[in-house]
């Protein structure tokens, strides 16, 4: 049986591995945080921005409706509000389901 690695996942995230992981800059990512209640990363003593995985999860949501759903601003606002369960369960299954596509494509490769 093949060594397989775990995967470490961190507690805190500071703004620029946020920003790197959706290719953005940072102040898209400040001024998404003043704009969406959900968005609430902790601050240091300096206050740089922490983010937790859960900002992440909300993050990769906001970022979903609004760039690849097409939702305005206001329209996200009022879709994480109505719907953020909803919502949070079908992006964890668009995230699984990426996740399974990226595996086949690795395998594909392989063979």
């Given amino acids: ?13 500071t703004m620029g591995e946020v920003a790197a992981m959706f290719d953005v800059n940072t102040s898209l990512i400040r001024f998404y ?8 990363p ?10 937790t995985p859960e900002d992440l999860e909300n993050l990769r949501i906001i970022f979903h409706l609004i760039r690849d759903k097409g939702y305005t601003l206001n329209g ?8 953020l369960g909803g919502t949070k ?4 299954v668009i995230d699984s389901l990426e996740n399974l596509k990226k595996f086949l494509l690795e395998v594909r490769d392989q063979l």
């Fill in 89 to 92: 369960d079908n992006q964890r």
């Fill in 33 to 40: 945080e003043k704009e969406f209640d959900v968005l609430k």
């Fill in 42 to 51: 902790k601050k240091n003593k300096k206050g740089n921005r922490l983010f």
């Fill in 1 to 13: 049986m093949p060594y397989k690695e775990r995967e470490i996942s961190k507690l805190y995230y």
């Fill in 76 to 83: 996200a606002k009022e879709h994480l509000k109505n719907n």
